[in-house]
């Protein structure tokens, strides 16, 4: 094995002596008489540890050690301080600059030898540390990145393999019954498929913090009705009976009925996803013939919360009982991914929610949940369920609106088509971007739902030039509200689609809500504006350079969602007090909103932006609040006079 | 073309760098080239070797003196000229365009002001 390298740096050729002929039998001793030729040596040579002495002439020892350390490529080498034994209370200072240890004059060989050998073990492990460091952020790396093509990229194929059998079927007079079946096992594979993707793309945003919660009052008593009603077939192999209780005010526990209404504040598909992995998992783990009691209490009067205990008699093996809830931890269930209460706690902390989990052979397994009560009356839960029923009618809408929908997969078509099957809506279709960009030119669209990829022409180059086609028709009333549909759903192409002129942007694959709720989002929108417009017959003029015009729309799209943006972190607040960050976040957002309407010309709205960005240097809740409203109306209230400026 | 002269912007608001590029192009002397990431801006700067660099101030990441810094310990880009623009101060706070001895102009400054700004700077 090579011998380590040291460097002896000193100017007196007694202890260059001494410490060479304590330490030249096991090591390589090369020596430096003075501070600057000990650097320039370790930079052509770098050794593996270095004895400095400390008064030099020259450089002192202290300037060498603070050298090499303010070095990159030297700051990791051991430095060892040879000082005389009058010194040692000055030793804090070297050791400050970075060295790692100091040794006495007159030189003890013995201990200079002990102390070179430690401190050499140690560089060594940590650098072997180091090494393993590395390997393992490269793999975590690599399993972000197969996240991800897992995520993304899987999405559009699936698309085929899901929609290809049902168009197989619709020919099934001519297929054998067996391969219905097996036409059906490979579409009911790629949902179950899409739906793993889809959960782990939203654990993934819940585990960054990034999942958007919309949460809303609703009766988690008909979700976990309804979980119950789905895992039947389960439950009937297993012959297990469930027992729904509940608390009334008197905080008498007693059967559920029908009629009692149980609210919390959640989203509902995020509910059911999280319930249907516990209670599935109670049913697994209970033994046969048994009951799984699951008990909804009301805790309204103490915390505001509500705590649901989900029972079984069934027992955590010993082995996973500390890792319960972390993920990939699974008991013997085959083919069990460890995902399943992993989910379901980040799903509970996502929420705003807390899961425990108790055990023993004495009293079962009981998972004890606790969400947010929310308030629910009758009414809206009656008004809730005949909407969801009965969505085949838009009312807010104008009458005819004219909708082309672009994709190039026919079936994708098809099926966009029957969602967007409202009385109101004049639909039609193409399958490219060329054919979609040439009828909208021979017919004027109010709304279009275009796909990214296609032949021919895709939806990027079609939607610019549909935006160039619009400013140059002097006599159009607005332009089309164009909504991308992508499979990618990060935030980037997201923006980009905005950038580039979409409206707005929905991940494939879309279903009808979504479809329903973006129409209803632009149409009924312009028409609160028009009432109100029409109501105020005061607007106040702003003259912009006529260079300008034609970046005015994409800016102000821009400016709203930095409104918005600012807007959402108020209303999820709820109260008047915001975090260090949300602060800083919005007094970032005030300066965006300050500089970019100045220099485009609106000065009101670019004074309101620095009154938000004071506002929030300073916390001043009610000031940004004031201001976003203000800024708000004013954006509403402009009349643009676009103005030659030389 | 007769020599146009080449501006790159560096600002982390889209918004401003399209508004410059636009105007800046539009009087026929300028091409424009731009990031919103200050840490692209010295490499840019090699690749492009613009007469002249337009700067924010405030930028995450690295900020309008970082990407300044940079450019000024780089021997390729240390002698092209620096206009910092900025929402940081108002029109009136810079006299002649100068803050200290750094080129400095405010964005609520009219675009006419910037341009006779520039153009002075490029003599």
């Known amino acids: ?65 603070r050298r090499l350390k303010s070095d990159k490529k030297t700051k990791n080498i051991p430095i060892i301080f040879i000082t005389a034994l009058s010194q040692v209370e000055d030793e804090t200072k070297g050791l400050k600059l970075g060295a790692v240890d100091y040794v006495t004059k007159p030189i003890s060989p013995s201990i200079v030898k002990a102390r ?68 059906e096992m490979i579409e009911q594979s790629g949902h179950i498929m899409l739906n793993m993707i889809n959960l782990s793309l939203d654990m993934f945003k819940m585990e960054k913090g990034s999942y958007k919660l919309n949460p809303v009052p609703l009766n988690i008593l008909s979700v976990i009705k309804k979980i119950i009603f789905d895992l039947r077939s389960l439950t009937d192999a297993k012959a297990i009976k469930f027992n729904l209780l509940i608390n009334d005010l008197a905080n008498n526990i007693r059967v559920a009925s029908d009629c009692d209404i149980f609210g919390v504040l959640g989203e509902e598909l995020l509910c059911y996803s999280m319930f249907a992995n516990l209670i599935k998992n109670a049913v697994e783990a ?122 190039d997969d026919e079936y994708n078509l098809l099926i966009l088509k029957k969602y967007l099957n409202y009385p109101e809506l004049d639909i039609e279709l193409a399958d490219n971007g060329q054919s979609a960009l040439n009828k909208f030119k021979a017919r004027d669209f109010d709304l279009i739902f275009m796909d990214m990829e296609m032949p021919v022409m895709d939806g990027i180059e079609a939607v610019s030039l549909m935006r160039r086609w619009e400013s140059e028709q002097s006599n159009r009333e607005r332009n089309a509200i164009v909504i991308a549909l992508s499979g990618h759903d990060d935030s980037n192409t997201c923006q980009n689609c905005l950038d580039i002129g979409f409206d707005a942007y929905l991940s494939k694959p879309v279903n009808s809500r979504q479809l329903r709720e973006s129409i209803l989002q632009f149409f009924k929108n312009q028409n609160d504006n028009q009432d109100t417009n029409s109501k105020q017959h005061h607007k106040n003029q702003v003259e912009i350079d006529s260079d300008l015009e034609d970046l005015i729309p994409s800016f102000m799209i821009d400016k709203k969602s930095e409104i918005e943006q600012i807007e959402e972190i108020i209303i999820k607040s709820e109260s008047p007090f915001l975090t260090e960050n949300s602060y800083k976040i919005i007094q970032k957002l005030g300066h965006k909103l300050k500089g970019g309407f100045n220099m485009y010309g609106f000065k009101e709205q670019g004074s309101i932006g620095s009154l938000i960005e004071e506002a929030a240097r300073e916390h001043d809740f009610q000031t940004i609040k004031n201001n976003v409203d203000l800024l708000k109306n004013s954006l509403n209230n402009i009349e643009i006079r676009y103005i030659t400026i030389d | ?48 070797k613009p007469d002249l660099i337009v700067c924010d101030i405030e930028m995450p990441g690295m900020d309008g003196g970082d990407v300044a810094r940079s450019l000024m310990d780089n021997q390729e880009t240390k002698d092209i000229p620096i206009l910092f623009c900025s929402s940081l101060v108002m029109p009136s706070d810079t006299k002649n365009g100068m803050v200290g001895k750094q080129h400095m102009m405010s964005k609520a400054a009219k675009f006419s002001d910037i341009l006779a700004k520039i153009e002075s700077m490029l003599l």
Do not use: W
């Not at chain 1, 072997?128 to 559009?156: A, F, G, V």
């Not at chain 1, 008699?313 to 082995?319: E, M, Q």
């Open chain 1, 116 to 183: 070179v050998e430690n401190h050499l073990e140690l560089k060594q492990a940590r650098e072997e540390l180091e090494r393993q460091n590395h390997i393992l952020q490269e793999n975590i790396h690599l399993r972000e990145e197969i996240d991800r093509i897992s995520r993304h990229d899987l999405k559009t194929p699936l698309n085929s393999i899901i929609s290809i059998p049902r168009i197989l079927l619709q020919d099934s007079c001519r297929l054998a019954p067996d391969q219905v079946e097996l036409l």
């Open chain 2, 1 to 48: 073309m007769e020599n146009l002269k080449k501006i790159m912007v560096v600002d982390d608001d889209p918004a401003v760098t399209t508004l410059l590029k636009t105007k800046l192009e539009k009087t026929g002397k300028f091409i424009v080239v731009f990031t919103n990431k200050g840490k692209l801006a010295l490499e840019l700067a090699k690749t492009e």
């Open chain 1, 1 to 65: 094995m090579n011998k380590k390298n040291i460097l002896i740096v000193d100017d007196t050729e007694a202890n260059i002596d001494i410490l060479v002929d304590t330490l030249g039998d096991d090591y390589e001793v090369s020596v430096a008489m003075d501070g600057e030729s000990a650097i320039e040596d370790v930079r052509t040579n770098p050794p593996d540890l270095i004895l400095l002495d400390i008064m030099m002439p020259g450089i002192d020892g202290y300037e060498v050690c």
């Open chain 1, 286 to 407: 209970s033994p046969n013939s048994e009951t799984v009691t699951i008990k909804l209490l009301n805790k309204i009067f103490e915390t505001e919360q509500v705590e649901i205990a989900i029972h079984n008699k069934g027992v955590v093996p010993l082995s996973i009982r500390d890792n319960f809830f972390e993920k990939y931890a699974t008991a013997e269930k085959k083919g069990g991914t460890g995902l399943g209460t992993y989910s379901a706690k980040l799903m509970a902390q996502t929420l705003g929610g807390e899961i425990l989990m108790s055990t023993s052979e004495a009293d079962g397994t009981t998972i004890t949940l606790t969400l947010k009560y929310a308030k629910i009356d009758r009414t809206a839960i009656s008004e809730s369920a005949a909407s969801n029923q009965a969505i085949s009618t838009l009312p807010q809408l104008p009458p005819q609106l004219r909708v082309m929908v672009v994709d």
